[in-house]
């Protein structure tokens, strides 16, 4: 059975940056995209971006871009997310996902909750 | 840039039929599938619907989806529902110039 597990919950200042991990067990992790989403308290989902770690290429939303930044260690199964300047509207549970052969986000890291506070 | 649209929040009885729909903004929503996830409280997202009406194995047929290209959009459709239907349901897609996965603003379903 497919697990993504991820890193713990993270309080940071404004400015600062974050990074989140998500391990994968399970299945053949470099075969599969993985996705990150957020989700600010209260709000719906939003799409980050993704990775396809067996060509080692990312792509981006364009909101973020040239703040987020997403990596994957094939070594380890596990991929990351870092996120740059900081602000309080980045306060929000960030999820990895896969991408599934039918194209939907068919596992799910438990998410992290990030905030951030002065 | 591509968006979906969903209604805010519907309600409806136990064991009756509750559509959600989901508009596409621009270009057809056909041309890319639409999947439909469920997320309750504290819990990550599940797929209930993949490929705009296919249904995961372990979801109940009470849910289905569709697509009307007349509209541009997609819906959901749960029928004889349960109080344990009760949930915030999201539409996904891809926008065709860049393959970047979109999602719907999401719909908070109560039965009561």
């Known amino acids: 059975q497919v697990q993504l597990v991820q890193s713990g919950a993270e309080v940071k200042k404004p400015g600062s940056s974050v990074k989140v991990s998500c391990k994968a067990s399970?299945?053949?992790?470099?075969?599969?995209?993985i996705s990150w989403v957020r989700q600010a308290p209260g709000q719906g989902l939003e799409w980050m971006g993704r990775?396809?770690?067996?060509?080692?290429?990312?792509n981006y939303a364009q909101k973020f871009q040239g703040r987020v930044t997403i990596t994957a260690d094939k070594s380890t199964s596990t991929a990351y997310m870092e996120l740059s300047s900081l602000r309080s509207e980045d306060t929000a549970v960030y999820y990895c996902?896969?991408?599934?052969?039918?194209?939907?986000?068919?596992?799910w890291g438990q998410g992290t909750l990030v905030t951030v506070s002065s | 840039n591509f968006m979906l649209t969903q209604p805010h929040s519907v309600s409806e009885s136990p064991g009756k039929t509750v559509t959600i729909s989901c508009t596409g903004s621009?270009?057809?929503?056909?041309?890319?599938?639409v999947q439909w996830y469920q997320q309750r409280p504290g819990s990550a997202p599940t797929t209930v619907i993949y490929?705009?009406?296919?249904?995961p194995s372990g979801v109940p047929d009470r849910f289905s989806g569709s697509i009307d290209s007349s509209s541009n959009s997609a819906s959901l459709t749960i029928s004889g529902l349960k109080t344990e239907d009760e949930a915030d349901y999201y539409c996904?897609?891809?926008?065709?110039?860049?393959?970047?996965?979109?999602f719907g603003g999401g719909t908070q379903l109560t039965v009561l």
């Open positions: 399970g299945g053949t992790f470099s075969s599969y995209t």
């Open positions: 996902a896969r991408v599934g052969e039918h194209l939907d986000f068919d596992y």
């Open positions: 490929e705009d009406n296919q249904r």
């Open positions: 990775i396809i770690p067996i060509l080692g290429i990312a």
């Open positions: 621009s270009g057809s929503i056909a041309s890319n599938y």
């Open positions: 996904q897609s891809y926008d065709s110039s860049n393959r970047h996965a979109v």
